[in-house]
C-alpha cells in the first residue's frame, strides 16, 4: 500500500485540486484519482476518521492540518501500548495518516520522516499437507468447491479468483490470466485439468444469473478504471461477466448502481473453516492457507524457486524464499538428540 517517495524533498501539493469539501470526501476523491483499491480506500478512510475523532477527545476537535508530529505519534503509540495492534496495522495507520497529509492536505513536513516504523518481521506461513489439502477440498461442496480448488491449484490471492471474468479462462491453453493482481500487474497461471470440467459447470450456472440479468436490464457488471464509459455496453457482454457471481444483486458502493457483483469474500472463508472442522483439521486455516500450500508443494516437488515465484506474482525472490523455511521443517530438519535416547514414553 505505500506508494509514498520517501525522500526528505518537500512535495509540492497535489496538481489536481480537489472538488470535496468534507474531509473524509477528499480522501476518497483523492484515493480514486490515484486509482488504488477499494480495499485501500476502506482502510484509509477508517484510520483517518479514527485519528480525528481520537484527537478530538484527546485535546478538542481540530482540523488534522492544526495537528502535528506530537498528535500523529500519541496516536501510534496508543495504537501500539493500549490497542496492542499487529506490526502490520501499526504500519497501514501511519501510512493513511501519511496519506492524509501529503496526498490530501498537500502537506509533507520534515517532521514525516522522523516518525518511527514498526519493522516488519517475517512469519512462517501455515501450510496444509498434500493429505491435509484433499481431506479438506474433499469436505467442500458446490461453487464454494470449485473456487477453493482453483485457488489451491492456479495459486490464486481470493480477490484475484473471486476477480475471474469469462474472459479470462483458457480451456484451449489450460490457462488462467490474473488481471491487475496485486500490485496492479498481470500474470498467467496454470488452469488444472482436473478443474476443467467443474469450471465448464460453473461457467454454465454463472451464464443462467447473465440471461437472467439481461432479460430484467439490470445493469452490466463493474468495468475498471473508464472502460464503462469507452465501452458502454462490454458490462452487459457475456465476456466480461465474473466466473462466480453472486447469487444476489448487491449496491456499487462507489456508484451506488445495483448490479450483480461477484461472491463475497466471507463466503468462501467460512465454507472453507468448515471444511476444516469436519477434516479434523486443527492448524489455523485461511483462504490463503491454500497459496502458501501450493508454493510449498511445488517446491517440494523440486520446481525452481524463480518459477514458483513468477507463478506467485512476488516482485522480490527473498519473498518467495519464506517457503523454504517451511521445507526445512517438512523435510525433519536436524535430527534431535532425544530420538538417540532409549526412553520409554
Not at 517451511?326 to 530438519?333: D, S
Request: charged share 25%.
Amino acid at each position: 500500500m505505500n506508494r509514498y517517495n520517501r525522500s526528505d524533498k518537500v512535495r509540492e501539493p497535489a496538481a489536481v485540486p480537489l472538488v470535496s469539501k468534507r474531509l473524509l470526501d477528499q480522501v476518497r476523491e483523492r484515493i480514486r484519482y490515484l486509482h488504488y483499491s477499494l480495499q485501500t480506500e476502506k482502510a484509509y478512510v477508517y484510520w483517518v476518521r479514527f485519528f480525528v475523532r481520537w484527537s478530538g477527545i484527546h485535546g478538542g476537535m481540530r482540523h488534522p492540518r492544526e495537528l502535528g508530529s506530537a498528535e500523529v505519534e500519541a496516536f501510534l503509540t496508543m495504537l501500539a501500548d493500549e490497542r496492542q495492534v499487529s506490526p502490520a496495522t501499526h504500519r497501514q495507520a501511519l501510512n493513511a495518516l501519511l496519506f492524509l497529509y501529503r496526498q490530501v492536505l498537500g502537506m509533507d513536513l520534515p517532521w514525516m520522516q522522523q516518525i518511527g516504523r514498526p519493522p516488519e518481521r517475517k512469519r512462517i506461513p501455515v501450510v496444509l499437507t498434500q493429505d491435509e489439502i484433499q481431506r479438506v477440498l474433499s469436505m467442500m461442496a458446490g461453487e464454494e468447491a470449485v473456487l477453493a480448488r482453483l485457488l489451491y491449484g492456479a495459486v490464486l490471492r481470493l480477490n484475484e479468483g473471486l476477480s475471474l471474468r469469462v474472459k479470462d479462462l483458457d480451456f484451449d491453453r489450460h490457462a488462467v490470466v490474473v488481471r491487475s493482481g496485486k500490485g496492479d500487474k498481470d500474470r498467467v497461471v496454470m488452469l488444472p485439468r482436473s478443474l476443467v470440467a467443474p469450471l465448464r459447470e460453473q461457467l454454465a450456472r454463472s451464464k443462467a444469473l447473465w440471461t437472467r440479468d439481461r432479460a430484467t436490464e439490470v445493469a452490466g457488471v463493474f468495468l475498471p478504471h473508464a472502460l464503462e464509459r469507452k465501452y458502454p455496453r462490454a458490462g452487459q457482454s457475456w465476456a466480461w461477466h465474473w466466473v462466480f457471481p453472486s447469487p444476489t444483486l448487491s449496491v456499487d458502493p462507489q456508484t451506488g448502481v445495483v448490479r450483480r457483483h461477484h461472491l463475497f469474500p466471507e463466503r468462501i472463508s467460512k465454507r472453507l473453516k468448515q471444511a476444516c472442522v469436519a477434516a479434523s483439521i486443527a492448524k489455523p486455516v485461511s483462504v490463503h492457507t491454500l497459496r502458501h500450500s501450493f508454493a510449498t508443494h511445488l517446491l517440494q516437488a523440486g520446481t525452481d524457486i524463480r518459477t514458483v515465484q513468477e507463478l506467485l506474482g512476488h516482485s522480490d525472490v527473498s519473498t518467495t524464499m519464506i517457503y523454504t523455511h517451511v521445507l526445512k521443517v517438512a523435510a525433519g530438519g536436524t535430527t534431535s538428540p532425544l530420538d538417540a535416547l532409549a526412553l520409554g514414553c
